[in-house]
């Protein structure tokens, strides 16, 4: 059975850093690239970051380039997200996604909450 487990949601001020966790398990973990999407209140889920299956390759949205690092482990089945320099605009729940580019399956977490606020 496949789960997705966020972590590292929270409250923090601006200015502030969170890192995100998503623990994976019940599929090769290696051969999917990660990504970690976010939905704000009544806007659209979008993509925030992006890492290929083995970690070489990386992408970012404009908004979080520079401040945001997404990063995996396959040894312990576990992709990250660093985000430094929080703003109020970043609040939304943070999903992690996984994807495989030669089968099409993927697999979605649960979410989690990240609030930026004074």
């Known amino acids: 059975q496949v789960h997705l487990v966020e972590s590292g949601g929270g409250l923090v001020q601006p200015g502030g850093s969170l890192r995100l966790s998503c623990a994976a398990s019940?599929?090769?973990?290696?051969?999917?690239?990660m990504s970690w999407y976010r939905q704000a209140p009544g806007k659209k889920r979008e993509l925030v970051a992006t890492?290929?299956?083995?970690?070489?390759?990386?992408n970012y949205i404009a908004a979080v380039k520079g401040r945001f690092t997404i990063s995996r482990d396959n040894a312990k089945n576990t992709v990250y997200l660093q985000m430094n320099r929080l703003k109020p605009e970043d609040t939304a729940v943070y999903y992690c996604n996984a994807y495989n580019y030669a089968s099409f399956y993927e697999y979605w977490g649960q979410g989690t909450q990240v609030t930026v606020s004074s």
């Open positions: 019940g599929f090769t973990f290696s051969d999917y690239a």
């Open positions: 890492i290929s299956n083995r970690g070489a390759n990386t």
